[in-house]
């Protein structure tokens, strides 16, 4: 039946659609039109071209088979009151133009310079073969009526079609833009829906528009219709389309998901590499406890193998045994409620290593929540030898620290790969076989300077800055081959040519036939760690004010020195000095300067040595030395009398002109053969002899006087003890005016209850201690206690002045006035006025200032004054005069003799008369007989102590003596 394209002037046939068809029409075209696109994304895709040709060809006939049925099943949709039946030739020869067309449009729209002429001429293309395809359709009706239509509505179908165009047009735009430049199709987006659906309503709006321009006119004819019925083409149209559309949307599918398998696989061999070449141990456990992953670095840090440690509890495998019910309770909480208080935080614990010891470690945890459960992955770090490092810190200075830092973790294994790469501290490097850069992280840009950009593409040269020679690559790239990894520290050069330490890890990466393919590189900047390494063995090694080597390592080189001798067979001296003068300068002055007199001391004395000796500073203003390879033992006299001539030279600090010298004292290895403290020892001692001798000397140790010194310290040892045992006791002698019988006061007299040998006199034990620290201790015991005693006879009704003996060492002490202060203060009860301090004339004058500046502010605390053993040290009338004493003690060698011997009797009647002239009272020791109190009565001596008044006596035999002592009538007036 052809169509008549006349006016209609006859009734025609009505007509109506079949609304289940019309649908299944539209969506054949949509799902076509769907399949078609996804298919030229996929021609975009690949890289061969016989690859482009299949998938364009796919597509075409995809699409244009799917626009073929659309018509046919639009066209069954359309039911009439008459036989209908369609000419299967015409039929199958309407696809071909739709097939060419849909061919050259999926090929115009694939090429990358896509523009407006090409999509206007790929829509009117395939357009006008779709209407083309249209009209030959419809010249394939078989029935008895003739199709007719008006002109309006032809007019009407063209717009259609140039509608349908336009849409074309756009829906490749489309998809040209989502395609374009990708290296993987994604197959189903909402613009590719879009598309589709555009296509898909445009071919179908096309069709059911130029239907509603015919009309069937019946004819009056018993022709009989032939050809295949409108039920049969439906199937055979249906039956094609799931033949073509159902491979056409499955096979991008199964495509697309190959792909992402390839790529999970990918990522997962990334994300291993860079896992076993981290410098930290990763560790997965499930939410049983149970261990599901386990790094190479993980085995480092343990000691675990893979195979050992997967399947086993974490908790039994590497938690202490102390930590395991905390571990428990944490992981139960954490099921239970979701929350855990160590998550994403950076902690130090300790952990059990394979072999059974506990080791330090950092931890980072976090987790992934997954369908049946949690995962939990853990970062660890071994921070053993940075603990040893703090600690080593600590000790040469507590205000130093190690900081380390932080890291992100992630929540999923695909992302945990990238997400190390990225935001990892340590410099990452990835290279190919070849050793060619092909990625760096931003924390590689950040330590060497070095973009992205400039690094991929060339050889690693940042770890090759021409510092290291060419040997010490050669060996680390053997051990890569050999080895597979190569861990180690590089001194490098960043992009501004500032140097930088880094410890490096190279990784060999093997593809599955066991050949390299990439090389991995980890690498941290530890030039600050390497610096406070630096800064450490500095502070532990050398003096922090003159810069010379300190005790230890001086004993390092001195023990070097020792060694050297014996193979050479020479010898070496051990100098022992000691600066005289300097405490002076120290306490007068103020440390400040006292500090910059050393530096300048030092320097001069370092100058002065040779390049081979040693000299450290070990104390305040001790410095010792080793004078080595010596040929012979008179070499070092040379040596010595240029340190004392650089340590006497005037020096200037300030305005201040300032001059000190130094004692030495010498030990001559192997002629002295001791160990290294020994020998240092014996020149300490021989360094004290050269101050007895006059200072500004030096002095050879001796055996003799080895002997005598380990004697004294054991002495001082010995008297020690008895102080922390109080076995030490104070026996007073009693003072009194002989004149009126009056007890005026005792003296306090140290006596040691010895354990063994007794009472024993202080003349046996107390020169011993001269000088010595203990000789301070023992005497602020003995001024103590006889405060405590003057408050012990108060509380009985007795008031009884004590004097203590104070030694010149004890009162040259610069903090002898505070620490009296704080003696009198402990007893508020005693008066100061009833203590007084005696000292001997001689200590008196050895330091004439300083000693009249103490004693005036000690008497400014209330105590008073005595000079002991007056007559003995030969005071001139000046000196006597400005000490502010306030009594005189006659010496008791001259009171024995002075009835007989007449130079002792002129020496006792001139020291009563300096009394009496200074207005200062006096009082006589040794007093042992009636005629000796009455010789010093006759003379003008009232005040007297001695045998002949009374002996010494403990303290509670003093109220007993004060009952029973009668004066002699003699000495009464």
């Known amino acids: 039946m052809n169509p008549d394209y006349s006016v209609i002037t006859v009734e025609s046939l009505t007509t109506a659609y079949d609304p289940i068809l019309v649908v299944l029409s539209i969506l054949i075209a949509i799902l076509s039109s769907f399949s078609a696109f996804g298919m030229v994304e996929r021609n975009i895709a690949p890289r061969q071209s016989n690859q482009k040709i299949i998938w364009n060809l796919f597509a075409a006939l995809v699409m244009a088979t799917g626009i073929w049925a659309m018509s046919f099943i639009g066209m069954l949709a359309l039911k009439l009151p008459i036989p209908v039946s369609y000419h299967v030739p015409t039929i199958i020869f309407s696809v071909l133009p739709v097939m060419c067309a ?244 950076i902690i130090e614990v300790e952990a059990l290593h394979q072999d059974g010891h506990n080791l330090p470690i950092e931890l980072t945890i976090s987790f992934i929540k997954l369908a049946d459960g949690f995962e939990f992955n853990a970062l660890v770090r071994d921070i053993s030898q940075r603990k040893q490092a703090e600690k080593a810190l600590l000790v040469a200075n507590e205000e130093m620290a190690f900081q380390n830092q932080e890291k992100d973790k992630h929540t999923a294994q695909l992302t945990l790969a990238a997400s190390v790469f990225t935001h990892a501290l340590e410099g990452i490097v990835i290279a190919d076989a070849a050793n060619i850069v092909i990625d760096v992280n931003n924390a590689f840009t950040n330590i060497t300077g070095y973009s992205h950009e400039e690094a991929v593409g060339q050889a690693p040269r940042f770890f090759q800055a021409n510092i290291h020679p060419p040997e010490f690559y050669d060996a680390m790239w053997q051990i890569i081959n050999t080895t597979g990894q190569w861990v180690g520290e590089v001194l490098s050069r960043r992009k501004n040519g500032e140097k930088y330490v880094a410890g490096i890890t190279i990784s060999a990466v093997k593809d599955t036939v066991g050949k390299v393919s990439h090389y991995v590189a980890l690498f941290s900047d530890i030039t600050q760690q390497r610096d406070h390494q630096s800064q450490l063995e500095k502070m532990a090694h050398y003096d922090a004010l003159t810069k010379l080597p300190n005790r230890a390592l001086f004993a390092d080189r001195l023990n070097q020195a020792m060694r050297q001798c014996q193979r050479h067979h020479n010898s070496l001296a051990v100098i022992f000095m000691d600066l005289d003068g300097f405490k002076y300068i120290n306490d007068t002055y103020g440390h400040a300067v006292g500090d910059d007199l050393l530096i300048v001391v030092s320097q001069r004395m370092s100058d002065v040595l040779r390049e081979m000796d040693t000299l450290a500073r070990i104390g305040g203003d001790e410095f010792v030395a080793v004078l080595s390879d010596l040929v012979n033992t008179e070499d070092y006299k040379m040596s010595l009398k240029r340190l004392l001539l650089a340590a006497s030279e005037p020096i200037t600090v300030g305005d201040l002109l300032l001059k000190v010298s130094v004692s030495i004292g010498v030990a001559i290895y192997p002629q002295d053969d001791a160990d290294a403290d020994i020998l240092i020892r014996h020149a300490d001692q021989a360094m004290y002899m050269a101050k007895k001798a006059g200072k500004n000397c030096y002095h050879l140790f001796d055996s003799a006087l080895d002997d005598a010194v380990n004697l004294k310290h054991e002495n001082i040892s010995n008297i020690r003890a008895a102080l922390n045992k109080h076995e030490f006791v104070l026996y007073y002698q009693p003072k009194v005016n002989m004149s009126t019988g009056e007890a005026v006061g005792v003296e306090a007299l140290i006596r040691w209850q010895h354990p063994i040998r007794g009472l024993v006199p202080p003349l046996d034990f107390l020169p011993l201690i001269e000088n010595h620290t203990i000789s301070l201790d023992i005497g602020e015991w003995v001024i103590d206690t006889a405060l405590s005693q003057i408050s012990q006879w108060q509380s009985i009704g007795i008031t009884l002045p004590i004097s203590v003996n104070i030694s010149a060492y004890q009162l040259q002490q610069t903090d002898f006035v505070v620490r009296l202060d704080t003696l009198l203060t402990a007893h508020p009860d005693v008066s100061a006025h009833l203590l007084e301090l005696e000292v001997l004339e001689t200590s008196a004058l050895s330091d004439i200032n300083y000693i009249i500046a103490t004693m005036d502010a000690c008497i400014g605390l209330g105590v008073q004054f005595a000079l002991d053993d007056f007559g003995t040290g030969y005071s001139s009338l000046t000196y006597l005069r400005r000490l502010p004493a306030s009594q005189i003690k006659i010496d008791q060698s001259f009171i024995q003799d002075m009835l007989t011997d007449t130079d002792d009797l002129a020496i006792v009647l001139g020291v009563i008369g300096l009394a009496k002239a200074f207005q200062i009272e006096v009082i006589a020791e040794g007093v042992e007989t009636i005629e000796h109190g009455t010789a010093l009565l006759e003379l003008g001596c009232n005040k007297a102590q001695g045998y002949g008044i009374a002996r010494p006596m403990p303290a509670n035999d003093i109220p007993i003596w004060l009952g029973s002592w009668r004066p002699y009538q003699a000495w009464l007036p």
């Open 102 to 345: 849909c061919s050259i449009v999926m090929w115009l729209i694939t090429m990358e310079a896509f523009s407006y002429f090409r999509r206007l001429v790929a829509g009117v293309l395939l357009g006008s073969a779709i209407g083309l395809m249209h009209y030959i359709n419809i010249a394939t009706i078989k029935s008895n009526a003739v199709m007719v239509h008006g002109t309006t509505l032809v007019y009407f179908a063209s717009f259609i079609a140039l509608t349908l165009a336009l849409a074309l047009a756009m829906a490749a735009l489309q998809i040209q833009y989502q395609a374009i430049n990708q290296s993987q199709y994604k197959f189903i987006t909402k613009k590719h829906i879009f598309s589709a659906v555009i296509m898909g309503l445009a071919v179908s709006g096309m069709h059911y528009s130029a239907m509603t321009a015919f009309h069937f006119i019946p004819q009056t004819t018993n022709e009989v219709i032939d050809g295949i019925a409108p039920t049969t083409l439906a199937l055979i149209v249906t039956v094609v389309i799931l033949v073509l559309l159902l491979p056409a949307i499955i096979i991008p599918y199964l495509l697309r998901y190959q792909q992402l398998i390839n790529t999970v696989h990918e990522d997962a061999g990334r994300l291993h590499a860079m896992m076993d070449t981290s410098q930290d141990a990763l560790i997965q456990m499930n939410a049983k406890g149970d261990i599901i992953g386990w790094s190479s670095q993980a085995q480092h840090v343990f000691g675990w193998t893979n195979k050992q440690a997967l399947g086993q509890e974490l908790a039994n495998l590497i938690i202490p045994l102390q930590f395991r019910a905390a571990h428990e309770k944490g992981l139960e909480h954490f099921i239970a409620t979701g929350e855990g208080p160590i998550l994403n935080k």
